[in-house]
DNA sequence: AAGGCTTCTGGACAACTGTCAAGACTTTCC
DNA sequence: GGAAAGTCTTGACAGTTGTCCAGAAGCCTT
């Protein structure tokens, strides 16, 4: 039984709030750090170097070194699909929201570049570390989530059709972002202006223009040529 | 100056030969520790004991560990590449190619998964790790190149016109890639399936019929040296 | 002021890490 | 055979790790 399970039934609400609002502090230090060091060379003492206390507090509100990294997976989540669901609901055009997803791409990767190299970093760690999995696959799944978003409401707005499934979409963009991410982090110069371009030229191929009935393969594959080609014309 | 710089001027070629033999031997072993326990945990003792010799003779082959690791990914990108090219010359359709491609991919998900898993985990430690970055980059273009090699014949074969330029052919497969790894080693019984059907429905959406209905031979080509442009600037 | 919680510190522990060096064993060569 | 070079083992080292714990410090009620 953990220590906040054991003081929920005794002590008051406003006690619990501190207990997890120190919590809460706590895992921002642990996250800054994994960011910094990665997963592999972050220790709980270098967490806590990290935040205004000692070592010993992190047992004191976490059980293990486990139960702290997979609490800011958890807490890392809330922090990363909220940004991008602003750009869905006020964007008026397909070309639009194309334009603002594919900008948000590159200002995450430009602002928060370690954040999302801790990502891909205990996402990998999952592979590996099977207790993180099951948090890992729930972040993953918001984020194809929030990607299926944007799709389709560029669908909806171009009065389109998509033709890919939410699992591919989002596969796609995320191939594309560690790419980038990669590149960006090897010193490329041109890796934001790549993301911005390829997201831009992805996203028309993702879509046919609707037709009455069922689409030909052959014409939904002119159709996204040629509205690729106006697009970028 | 490494042990094997020292060694070449002064003895004869066998035993440099036996030397290299050997360093390819435990870096056998390391691979296959680093594949089962994922980087973070993998030790010079724990690699030690999955070979034949002592933790000590590690330092007498490598300079440090991440002399170490580094020679692991290297020899790495050698088993890595090779499958997919003789698909490539294999295959007489469009259809055939496309086939054996998705085929290539769900065997080596099964078959070398762990493998794989390693391959995402030091492409992760890479992001942190700048000993390794080189390494990592190269294997990734390499596997890029691949990538391209196939779906330039899949263009070839079906008398058509790829739409995609080679980073994001490649950043797309390997997104599906990863994405299938991770529902695989999660336990997930259509990964497999999903993979194939995944790259199979993907796969055509890359290209289109090219229209004046003779292929110009330098379009690809182009196309090409252009991306390769890009990336390098 | 006193006592009982909660919170936090800092030290201790055993286990583990990369690295190294002294020496033993093996092979090669004169 | 014997010296020299190459190969490998073993033990040690200094440092780090996660974990635990005794107790100090703060806070609140009585």
Redesign the interface.
């Known amino acids: 039984m953990t220590k906040a399970a054991e003081r929920i039934d005794r002590v008051s609400r406003s006690q619990v709030d501190k207990f997890e609002e120190r919590r809460k502090t706590l895992a921002d230090a642990a996250i800054q750090t994994l960011s910094e060091?990665?997963?592999?060379?972050t220790s709980l003492r270098e967490i806590a170097q990290n935040s205004a206390f000692s070592h010993g507090v992190l047992h004191y509100y976490f059980r293990d070194k486990v139960d702290l990294i997979t609490y800011c997976v958890r807490q890392y989540k809330a922090h990363c699909v909220q940004r991008y669901d602003q750009i869905v609901a006020t964007a008026r055009t397909g070309d639009a929201l194309a334009q603002g997803f594919a900008e948000g791409l590159v200002q995450t990767l430009r602002d928060e570049a370690l954040m999302h190299?801790l990502w891909?970093?205990l996402?990998?760690?999952?592979?590996?570390?099977e207790s993180f999995?099951a948090d890992?696959?729930e972040i993953?799944q918001s984020l194809e989530r929030m990607i299926w978003r944007i799709v389709s409401r560029f669908a909806e707005l171009g009065d389109a059709r998509l033709?890919?499934?939410s699992?591919?979409a989002?596969?796609?963009?995320?191939?594309?972002f560690?790419?980038a991410?990669?590149h960006y982090?090897?010193g490329s110069?041109?890796a934001l202006a790549?993301l911005r371009e390829?997201v831009l030229?992805?996203l028309p191929?993702l879509v046919c223009p609707s037709q009455s009935g069922t689409t030909q393969?052959?014409a939904r594959?002119?159709a996204?040529?040629q509205q690729?080609a106006s697009h970028s014309a």
Do not use: I, K, N, T
């Open positions: 060091l990665g997963y592999a060379r190299r891909y970093d996402r990998s760690q999952s592979l590996f570390e999995r890992v696959l993953d033709v890919v499934p699992p591919v989002y596969a796609m963009f995320d191939g594309l560690q790419q991410l990669l982090l090897s110069g041109s790549d390829r030229q992805l191929h393969p052959g594959l002119v996204a040529h690729r």
